[in-house]
């Protein structure tokens, strides 16, 4: 559900974004991913070639992780207000993980442009493991 405009405008600091959890990873997701992406790493569909590297297993795309986070800011948000949207990447994501991705307002910000809204993102694991952080900057239209 997007948040309409009136009720960006009345987002205090501490307010949070409806999360978005995933379904658990799957390799069906990482050879979609890979597909959809051209990012075709053999670290994240080939078993074999991420066995011969000394992971146990194949791991997805840091980029799908970012992806996930972009769905849950445009699933509550106009994507217009979007201004920028940046990621670090904390941790591998392995097959079976289920993100669950939350924004969260730290900072109201009075620009030359108009009010916006800093956003402070993170993906974690079921167990709690930070795998992503971020920030995303939102005009308030």
Same mark, same amino acid.
């Given at each position: 559900?997007? !948040? =309409?405009?009136? +009720?960006?405008?009345?987002?205090? /600091?501490?307010?949070? %974004?409806?999360? !978005?959890?995933?379904?658990?990873?799957?390799?069906?997701?990482?050879? %979609?991913?890979?597909? =959809?992406?051209? *990012?075709?790493?053999?670290?994240?569909? *080939?078993?074999?070639?991420? $066995?011969?590297?000394?992971?146990?297993?194949?791991?997805?795309?840091? +980029?799908?992780? +970012?992806?996930?986070?972009? $769905?849950?800011?445009?699933?509550?948000?106009?994507?217009?207000?979007?201004?920028?949207?940046?990621?670090?990447?904390?941790?591998?994501?392995? /097959?079976? *993980?289920? #993100?669950?991705?939350r924004a969260k307002v730290i900072e109201r910000i009075? =620009?030359?442009?108009?009010? +916006? %809204?800093? #956003?402070? %993102?993170?993906?974690?694991?079921?167990?709690?493991?930070?795998? !992503?952080?971020?920030?995303? #900057?939102?005009?308030? /239209?």
């Open positions: 559900m997007k !948040l =309409a405009t009136s +009720m960006l405008r009345s987002l205090a /600091v501490g307010a949070e %974004l409806p999360p !978005l959890s995933t379904a658990p990873i799957s390799r069906l997701t990482l050879a %979609l991913y890979a597909g =959809a992406s051209g *990012d075709h790493n053999p670290m994240h569909v *080939d078993i074999d070639f991420a $066995r011969r590297a000394g992971a146990p297993d194949v791991f997805a795309h840091g +980029m799908l992780g +970012m992806a996930y986070l972009g $769905r849950m800011l445009t699933a509550a948000l106009p994507p217009s207000t979007l201004q920028s949207f940046g990621v670090r990447f904390a941790a591998v994501t392995h /097959v079976g *993980d289920v #993100l669950t991705c009075e =620009a030359k442009s108009g009010p +916006m %809204l800093r #956003l402070e %993102l993170t993906a974690k694991d079921q167990h709690g493991e930070v795998k !992503l952080t971020g920030d995303a #900057l939102i005009a308030i /239209v």
